[in-house]
């Protein structure tokens, strides 16, 4: 496969952080508001970001990625959309093929801005659909039904989108695999471009946490984790799915999502908005969690960085495997070389020889991955290399 059939780039990208919702739902820990009543006065500190960043690094080579996450970004307006799309192309040089992801959910509000998306130049949906199980929707706050879910990727179709991805959640309090299956045998059905399939994480400060913390709510044995994520492999793989990153699958090596992979590549990026991260020239900054602070500190032309930092070499180099090793191409060993001054093989010979023999990751003559079985348990396995 060579890299030309992939969608991989190593152009820098761009990120957008919408922070509005109309619902927080209780597993999510992203920044978000249900209050959008700041919404005008946002869109225009973000632009005044923009700007204010591009004047501060004046950047040279061309972004081919711009990436609206949030949040629910299809809740802005669609004059909005193009308000903020105009600012970026008047300050960062933007390539012809950039790939324009906007997250949306299923909600019918949404359905009918569709094709103003389209129009707006907009290349490539995220649908944050989570499930195709109503009780399971409601469990996860979720304010579509399956119905809804079905009825907005159909109407994406009918927009023009010929780039959908579908996000999936899994192993949920109570669910079973068959009723996981059901759901996965649905996006099947409706023949996305890209699935992403997360397992469900109890994250610090959410209120699924707090349940969990009372014993309200119980998590998912590992074991049973483990199942969920096996099962996902095995159907998504053999109805023609790649499997090419821990959670994300794509129909071919050209669907893979350019923007995330940028993140998996330590490629250059800037984020803008509440609690967007950047990590440009060694360096990463991240901007403040809050909406009032952020309105604030842009009012008086002032970056709204919560810290900032240079990253060691050793910090660079951890980050480099960890990410690396959760897609399947796992590390390029010369280009660590390359990168580092040093042998990969050589600093991690014990780590890379246990793993092998327990059947987690495989070696060939330029590359070292994580098996099947190793991806099943990354985030476990990648803290050896710390």
Not at 135 to 158: M, N, P, Y
Not at 274 to 279: E, K, L, Q, T, V
Not at 335 to 341: G, S
């Amino acid at each position: 496969m060579r890299q030309t059939e992939q969608n991989i780039s190593f152009k820098p990208g761009l990120y957008l952080h919408i922070p509005f919702c109309e619902h927080k739902c209780a597993y999510c820990d992203f920044y978000s508001v249900t209050n959008r009543a700041q919404q005008a006065q946002f869109v225009d500190a973000l632009c005044n970001e923009i700007e204010l960043t591009a004047r501060q690094l004046a950047p040279q080579s061309s972004f081919d990625t711009i990436y609206f996450g949030g949040g629910t970004p299809s809740l802005l307006k669609t004059d909005q959309l193009r308000q903020i799309l105009k600012a970026l192309r008047s300050h960062f040089p933007i390539s012809d093929n950039c790939e324009i992801t906007l997250e949306m959910n299923p909600g019918a509000t949404e359905q009918k801005k569709l094709p103003a998306f389209k129009d707006l130049g907009i290349n490539r949906l995220s649908m944050g659909l989570q499930s195709f199980d109503d009780r399971q929707l409601k469990f996860l706050e979720r304010i579509h039904t399956a119905g809804q879910a079905v009825q907005a990727f159909e109407a994406a179709r009918r927009a023009g989108f010929d780039n959908i991805g579908l996000d999936l959640i899994f192993a949920l309090p109570g669910q079973s695999l068959p009723s996981w299956q059901k759901s996965l045998q649905q996006a099947v059905r409706l023949n996305p471009e890209h699935i992403s399939a997360y397992n469900l994480i109890f994250e610090p400060n959410t209120p699924f946490y707090r349940l969990l913390q009372q014993g309200k709510i119980r998590q998912q044995p590992e074991e049973e984790e483990l199942r969920f994520f096996n099962l996902t492999h095995r159907i998504l793989q053999e109805n023609g799915y790649l499997h090419y990153e821990v959670s994300n699958f794509a129909r071919q090596p050209a669907l893979f999502s350019r923007h995330n992979y940028k993140y998996w590549l330590h490629v250059p990026y800037l984020g803008f908005g509440p609690s967007a991260h950047s990590f440009w020239k060694g360096q990463r900054w991240g901007n403040v969690r809050s909406l009032t602070a952020y309105l604030k500190k842009l009012n008086k032309n002032e970056p709204p960085f919560a810290f900032k930092e240079k990253l060691s070499v050793q910090t660079l180099e951890f980050e480099h495997i960890f990410l690396r090793l959760r897609t399947y191409q796992g590390i390029d060993l010369a280009y660590f070389e390359k990168t580092f001054a040093r042998s990969f093989l050589d600093s991690y010979r014990k780590t890379i020889d246990d793993l092998i023999e327990s059947g987690f990751a495989r070696l060939t003559q330029n590359r070292f991955c994580l098996t099947q079985k190793g991806m099943a348990l990354a985030d476990e396995i990648l803290q050896r290399f710390a």
